[in-house]
C-alpha cells in the first residue's frame, strides 16, 4: 500500500502491516488518476509486479503492469488511445503480460531504489518521472516481500 500523501510504503502479508517505509518519493508533478506519458505524475490504482530488473540504474526496479484495465478504459473512452492499442493492453493483462510500455498513457512505471541519485534531493523533493523511489537500503529491505504478481496499491 502506497499513500502518496504521507509518502509512506506499507508492506502487509496476511492483513498485517510487517513494515511500514518512510520519506517515500513519487513524481515530480504528483499523482492522479489522469497520468499519461512524460507527464512526471504517479498513477493512482491497483497494479502488480510484472517485472523486475535487478541492475537498474535505480539499484533495483520492480516494474507494474501499468496501464491497468481501468487507465485502458478510460483512455479509450476519452480517445487518448485508439481501438488496437486499447486491444493490445487488453490482451496482455488477460494473458498475465505486460502490457505495451509505449503507448500515450506511458510506461515503465514501478517502484525502485536511488542508485547512484542524490540522497539529500530524495529526502526533501519527490523527484521521479511517474514512479515510487525509495533508498537503495529500502528497496533491498522491500524485495524480501516482492515477487511476481504482488498486488500494489498507490492511493
Same mark, same amino acid.
Given at each position: 500500500m ?21 520519506? $517515500? ?5 504528483g499523482?492522479? /488518476? ?27 526496479? /520492480? ?9 485502458a ?13 486499447? /486491444? ?22 514501478? $517502484? ?44
Amino acid at each position: 500500500m502506497i499513500d502518496t500523501v504521507s509518502q509512506t510504503l506499507a508492506v502487509f502479508q496476511d492483513n498485517q502491516v510487517k513494515h511500514i517505509f518512510h520519506n $517515500i518519493s513519487v513524481g515530480r508533478n504528483g499523482f492522479g /488518476f489522469d497520468h499519461h506519458e512524460g507527464d512526471g505524475r504517479t498513477p493512482l490504482g491497483v497494479f502488480h509486479i510484472a517485472w523486475v530488473n535487478p541492475n537498474s540504474r535505480f539499484h533495483l526496479f /520492480f516494474g507494474l503492469d501499468y496501464p491497468n484495465q481501468d487507465y485502458a478504459e478510460t483512455a479509450f473512452r476519452r480517445k487518448l488511445i485508439d481501438f488496437d492499442t486499447y /486491444f493490445a493492453i487488453r490482451k496482455a493483462l488477460r494473458h498475465g503480460e505486460l502490457p505495451p510500455q509505449d503507448t500515450p498513457l506511458g510506461g515503465h512505471i514501478g $517502484i525502485h531504489g536511488l542508485g547512484h541519485g542524490n540522497r539529500l534531493i530524495h529526502e526533501t523533493t519527490n523527484w521521479t518521472q511517474g514512479c515510487i523511489a525509495l533508498t537503495n537500503e529500502q528497496i533491498d529491505q522491500l524485495a524480501q516481500w516482492v515477487t511476481l504478481g504482488t498486488k500494489v496499491v498507490i492511493y
